[in-house]
Each structure stands twice: as structure tokens, then as C-alpha cells.
């Protein structure tokens, strides 16, 4: 019997009705497991993931395989991204044994949930030197039959090895200036000065690195961050992994020139690119930036935001090709020179085939391109035809089978989103937006919170998840109340915000070393608690609460708060250092704790003059109150007037004040 039915996961209920008897992760399947004396196939992925529906398709909705699954194991879906905990510890085990990982992630269990054997994607028949799916599942079987001392030995070694990898983590022992330009100096090193970016192909939006880079240029001035933050941003913003129809950006780019996307659209990414398109006008004016940051905010709320308020997790990469009705990575998004010129007619589509790249051989596949914007030479246009051209085409691609939406509401992602919108609402004068980030937020507390303020990890159409919420959710969550209460100067969000930070200090902080755990200690017990400080897609748990922490702080003068937050920066001069591409988060935390970071109050208006200056400020990680005089909704606002009758701003710098100015332009230097 299938048991997924019912599930709040857009990805299970994807499998709900394959032939398969799928169990979620629960207790009840184990036990199940160790009834029949089987082992336990994990199977994870997620909603967006190419490769987790072909496998689907070739082996899940197989009858025959199917029918071998069943009768040899108990069958555990889990999507990862409702279970992240879940997920971390068995990718870690796939990965030590196998030096790689990725989704769909298949791994088989002892009944005490022990791995023992380990794999990714399986084809349904040898293929490129893989053994195919049946065989891997008439092995295992044969093995557990045949050699159960063998395999339990094996599954103990694991479980032993993974519990002895240990964190060098010294608490007391904060990054500096030193850590910081090494940090720089690496990323330099794996610098692509020809295409921007980091590495080479598949190559992926480093989001995180540009805010460090943005912060570390605010702070010191130096030319060299600033311009590569600038140059990869305008590289994306170029290229076909920026849609540059609908707006936002893809997951990552399979080549290194930004050229073909992987199609799916996930909501972190697209928030922390929001948010850092957003910083990169803040510190220079670029107009491509402040284009990019409104359209990705504009595709967040016009393609993602849920009848609840929320925002989904992602769009697949997958849509139905009009012309084979076949699922076909990529048919939303691509053109031909003749589908251009069947919208727009021969003189707008010679048009459109310069400047958005298009050729006749095709970027992608099957003669079809990726819309790009590159510097061509001659290329020449008036505003108007181009975006009547744009128009036009988005127009078309509306009419097309769109990719599915995998509509769940992860909390820590909506929380992303919010700093996102409600900056980019308040520096471009967009009220819409922080109505949308006020919206979201509304709907984390009044679902995903319960009367203790704990938070749940997902919801789906209004009905919330059974799982917990990890660090990430709280430190992510908190990070975008902390920003609503900057642009909102409502309290409300600030003390929201202190409720989860408090759950941090007393559920995820090892009180004797200052690390930081991804789950809670009273979470459910899986065979190691997952422990990981970087930073990969979105901000780790780790550094993600060091951030949310040292602003709470700084908002607050909460002691205990800025102690945990220097002391999980730890990590980040172990590691900076050495391997920055994966810490640029933390990095942008240890560039704001090195600042001050500074504090704002401004007292005597919300959005006005002074306040929207004080949030323009580049310093790093700077907060911002702001309030009628003698408002007591947020603490930095308390013992200050204003200065003759006018609002007037307060700017507050490692125990220094500097005197209250009433000038806009004063304020901005004081935060330069």
C-alpha cells in the first residue's frame, strides 16, 4: 500500500500513485522493516529535480520494478527539502563513501536506519558502465540474505565513522582583518576574469560571496571586491541563466559562460540574488542592477506567491513541448529563429535574434536558444520596440505549458524572501513589495509558529507540515523580521524575531564550544545530529543565526546574543581562509561584526527622507530603527528627540555615538 496520500509534500504526492508501497520518513517503517526482516531503501530528492523524475518515470512507475521493491524492502520517500536533517546526514554518508552526491539520492538502511550501501541515479537497464536498478536492488538483497555479518559490520563502521567527524571550532578565537583579505585573496584566485563567477562549469550564482564582497568593499574600499561582484553580476544578468522575459534566475549555469541554465527556478536563490542585484545599486547607481533586483522581486510575487501569502519553493525545469507533448527540460523557455518570427514578423524577429542571441544552429538543443543579452557590436534599438518585442514574446510564452510549481512554503526561504522584498520595496519606493514581504511574514507567524514559538518547517494550502523546523528556518525567519522591522519600524517584527532567536540559544547552541547544531536537541534522534557551517545554495544554519543573532544585537543590546554570534564566527576563521567560495555568508557576517555594526535610529518618520538614507547605507550589516519620537516600539529609539521639531538620525558605532544630524546627506556620510 502506498501511504503517501494525504502527505503536505508536492514532491511524495508526485509518487503517491506509483505501484510502489512508498512510506514517509516515519518511525512505523522502520519497525515495519524490522518485522520483516528487509532492509530499508531511503530514496530522497525534490520537487524540481530533473533527474529525481526520470528515475521516477523509468523505475518508480515500473511495474515490474516496482514489484521488486516491494517484496525485498520497506520503501521510505523523503523530499528533502521538508527534511533537510534527514538529508544532510545520508548525503554526508554518501558522500564519504563515495566521494560525490546529488538527488536523487538512493541509500539502503538497516531496519535501525544504519546505511550500508549507497548510490545517486540508477538506470533502469546497464547503462555507461552503472549497474541498472534491478540489478542494484537483486545485490542488495542478495547481500543482506547471504552476508548479514558482512553488512552489518559495514553499517557500524559507518555510523562510527560518521560520529567521530568532528568540527574545528574554536569559539574564542573571532575572524579579523587578517582572515578577511586572505579570504579575499582566495576568492581571487578562483576568479573567472573573462565570464565572472567562481570555478568553472556547471557553475552556480555565488550570491553569498557578492554580498561579502560588497561589505568588505564598503568597509575598506577596495576596488578589486567591488568588481567582481559587479562584473559576475552583469555576466548573469546577461546571461541565460537570467530569464530575460519573466525575470529571476535559474539554478545554476551548465557551462561557464552563464549560456544554458539548469531551468528550475527555487525561491532562495532568487531571493539572496534579490537582495545582493539590490546591494550592488546601493554601493555603486548600476541601472542593469536596479532592473535585475525589481524583476526578480516582481517574478517572486507574481510567479511564486501562494493564495496564502507564502511563497513556493520553486518551478521545475520541466514543461510539456506543445509540438510532442513530451516533458522536455527547458520547452517554457527556449526559442527557435522560427517561433520568434511567428510572433513578432520578419523585422522585429531579425531584431530580437541580435539582441537576445539567438542563432540558427541553437544555444540549447534541437536548434532551439536560450534568450541572452550579450554585448554585440551594431546591435542598435530604440526602448520602445524592445519592449514591445519583449511584451510580445512573454505574451507567447504565457500560452505555453508552464512548468510545474512545487507550491510547499519552507519557512526558511520565505524568510530570505522578505529581507529581500522588503529592502528592495523600501530603496526603490515599492510599497507593493513590503505589503508582499508583510503578507509572508504575517502568514510564517500565524501558521508555521505555535504558542510557544516554535516553528514548523513547511506548509502547504494553508495546512501546516508535520516536521520541525531546523537553525536554518529560525535564523532565516528571524533575518526577515529583523528586516521588516528596519522598513516597517513596527516592533512587532523585532520581537517576533527575538522569540526565535531565544530558541537558538537554548535549542541549537553547544553551550561549552558556541557550535552550532542544525537541529534541535530535542529534535528526533537519527544516527548522527547534523553539523554543517557552510554556506552552499542559501546560507548554512550556522552562519545564517550568527547574522540574524549579531543584528538582533545590535538592535537590542542583547548581551547574550552577541556573544553567540562571535562565538559561532569561530568557524569562520577556521574556514574563510581556505575555503571562502563556501562561507561567503559567513564572511558578510564577520565583515559586519568587524564594523560594528553600526546603528541607526531615526526618530520622526518611517520611509521618509532619513530613514530611506539610513537604509541606503553601505556600512555592513548595519541596522535601522525607526519611529515618532518617544515610541517605544523598538528599543533603539528609546531617550531620543528630535532635534528642532525635525526627525533626526542617531548613528551609534562600537559604544560611540556620533552628534544627531537632521541632513540626509550628513547621514550618508556617516554610514559611507
Given at each position: 500500500m502506498n501511504r503517501l496520500a494525504g502527505v503536505t509534500s508536492p514532491y511524495l504526492l508526485q509518487h503517491a500513485d506509483n505501484p510502489v508501497d512508498w512510506w514517509p520518513w516515519t518511525p512505523e517503517a522502520f519497525e515495519e522493516a524490522r518485522r520483516r526482516d528487509v532492509p530499508v531503501l531511503l530514496s530522497v530528492g525534490y520537487s524540481a529535480c530533473h533527474w529525481c523524475h526520470v528515475m521516477a518515470h523509468e523505475s518508480f512507475e515500473d511495474a515490474a520494478t516496482a514489484a521488486l521493491m516491494n517484496e525485498k524492502f520497506v520503501n521510505v520517500k523523503v523530499d528533502r527539502e521538508e527534511r533537510p536533517d534527514v538529508d544532510a546526514v545520508y548525503m554526508e554518508a554518501v558522500q564519504a563513501a563515495t566521494g560525490q552526491g546529488g538527488w536523487p539520492m538512493t541509500v539502503f538502511l538497516t531496519p535501525d536506519a544504519e546505511p550500508f550501501y549507497f548510490g545517486t541515479y540508477f538506470p533502469p537497464e546497464p547503462r555507461h558502465g552503472m549497474p541498472s536498478f534491478p540489478q542494484v536492488l537483486d545485490g542488495v538483497h542478495r547481500a543482506w540474505t547471504d552476508r548479514r555479518g558482512e553488512v552489518a559490520e559495514v553499517a557500524g563502521k559507518i555510523v562510527r565513522d560518521l560520529g567521530e567527524r568532528q568540527l574545528t571550532h574554536n569559539a574564542d578565537d573571532k575572524p579579523g582583518e587578517d582572515e578577511l583579505a586572505q579570504a579575499l585573496l582566495g576568492l581571487t584566485r578562483d576568479y573567472d576574469a573573462t565570464h565572472g563567477g567562481f570555478g568553472g562549469a556547471p557553475k552556480f550564482p555565488p550570491s553569498m560571496a557578492i554580498e561579502f564582497l560588497l561589505r568588505h568593499y564598503a568597509r575598506t574600499g577596495a576596488e578589486g571586491a567591488l568588481q567582481m561582484a559587479a562584473d559576475t553580476c552583469e555576466r548573469m544578468a546577461r546571461g541565460g541563466i537570467y530569464d530575460q522575459l519573466g525575470g529571476g534566475f535559474a539554478r545554476y549555469s551548465v557551462d561557464r559562460e552563464w549560456v544554458v541554465p539548469h531551468f528550475e527556478k527555487m525561491l532562495y536563490d532568487n531571493a539572496l540574488l534579490c537582495r545582493a542585484y539590490a546591494h550592488l545599486w546601493r554601493a555603486t547607481g548600476s541601472d542593469l542592477a536596479r532592473r535585475v533586483a525589481l524583476e526578480t522581486a516582481d517574478f517572486m510575487v507574481r510567479e511564486l506567491r501562494t493564495h496564502e501569502g507564502g511563497f513556493a519553493s520553486a518551478l521545475d525545469a520541466d514543461s510539456e513541448d506543445p509540438a510532442t507533448g513530451a516533458h522536455v527540460e527547458g520547452a517554457y523557455y527556449v526559442w527557435t529563429p522560427a517561433q520568434l518570427r511567428e510572433v513578432l514578423g520578419e523585422g522585429d524577429a531579425e531584431l530580437a535574434i541580435d539582441w537576445y542571441g539567438v542563432t540558427e544552429e541553437g544555444t540549447f538543443e534541437e536548434g532551439a536558444s536560450v534568450l541572452q543579452l550579450p554585448q554585440v557590436e551594431g546591435v542598435v534599438a530604440d526602448s520602445v520596440r524592445l519592449a514591445s518585442i519583449r511584451e510580445r514574446l512573454l505574451a507567447a510564452r504565457v500560452e505555453r505549458p508552464a512548468p510545474g510549481r512545487d507550491d510547499k512554503v519552507v519557512a526558511a526561504w520565505n524568510g530570505l524572501a522578505i529581507a529581500a522584498l522588503a529592502e528592495v520595496g523600501a530603496y526603490f519606493d515599492r510599497p507593493d513589495l513590503i505589503a508582499a514581504a508583510v503578507g509572508a511574514g504575517d502568514l510564517l507567524v500565524r501558521l508555521h509558529m505555535d504558542a510557544r514559538a516554535r516553528l514548523a518547517r513547511t506548509s502547504k494550502d494553508g495546512q501546516v507540515g508535520a516536521n520541525s523546523g531546523v537553525l536554518e528556518d529560525y535564523a532565516d525567519v528571524a533575518e526577515g523580521f529583523l528586516a521588516l522591522a528596519s522598513v516597517t519600524g513596527e516592533g512587532v517584527w523585532l520581537e517576533f524575531a527575538g522569540?526565535?532567536?531565544?530558541?537558538?540559544?537554548?535549542?541549537?547552541?553547544?553551550?561549552?564550544?558556541?557550535?552550532?547544531?542544525?537541529?534541535?536537541?530535542?529534535?528526533?534522534?537519527?544516527?548522527?545530529?547534523?553539523?554543517?557551517?557552510?554556506?552552499?545554495?542559501?546560507?548554512?544554519?550556522?552562519?545564517?543565526?550568527?547574522?540574524?543573532?549579531?543584528?538582533?544585537?545590535?538592535?537590542?543590546?542583547?548581551?547574550?546574543?552577541?556573544?553567540?554570534?562571535?562565538?559561532?564566527?569561530?568557524?569562520?576563521?577556521?574556514?574563510?581562509?581556505?575555503?571562502?567560495?563556501?562561507?561567503?555568508?559567513?564572511?558578510?557576517?564577520?565583515?559586519?561584526?568587524?564594523?560594528?555594526?553600526?546603528?541607526?535610529?531615526?526618530?520622526?518618520?518611517?520611509?521618509?527622507?532619513?530613514?530611506?538614507?539610513?537604509?541606503?547605507?553601505?556600512?555592513?550589516?548595519?541596522?535601522?530603527?525607526?519611529?515618532?519620537?518617544?515610541?517605544?516600539?523598538?528599543?533603539?529609539?528609546?531617550?531620543?528627540?528630535?532635534?528642532?521639531?525635525?526627525?533626526a538620525a542617531y548613528v551609534c558605532r562600537s559604544f560611540v555615538c556620533a552628534a544627531p544630524t537632521t541632513d540626509p546627506a550628513e547621514l550618508a556620510r556617516l554610514l559611507s
Open positions: 522569540f526565535l532567536l531565544d530558541h537558538v540559544l537554548a535549542q541549537f547552541v553547544e553551550v561549552e564550544s558556541g557550535a552550532l547544531f542544525d537541529t534541535a536537541a530535542d529534535a528526533e534522534q537519527l544516527i548522527r545530529r547534523p553539523q554543517d557551517p557552510t554556506d552552499n545554495a542559501a546560507p548554512s544554519g550556522w552562519t545564517a543565526a550568527a547574522g540574524a543573532l549579531l543584528s538582533y544585537a545590535a538592535q537590542t543590546g542583547a548581551e547574550p546574543h552577541r556573544t553567540a554570534a562571535e562565538r559561532a564566527l569561530g568557524i569562520v576563521k577556521a574556514l574563510g581562509p581556505r575555503v571562502p567560495r563556501f562561507i561567503g555568508h559567513g564572511l558578510a557576517v564577520a565583515e559586519a561584526a568587524l564594523d560594528g555594526p553600526r546603528e541607526v535610529a531615526v526618530v520622526g518618520e518611517v520611509l521618509g527622507d532619513l530613514h530611506r538614507t539610513a537604509l541606503l547605507g553601505a556600512a555592513p550589516g548595519a541596522v535601522v530603527a525607526a519611529g515618532a519620537e518617544g515610541s517605544d516600539e523598538l528599543p533603539l529609539l528609546a531617550d531620543r528627540p528630535l532635534v528642532d521639531g525635525r526627525p
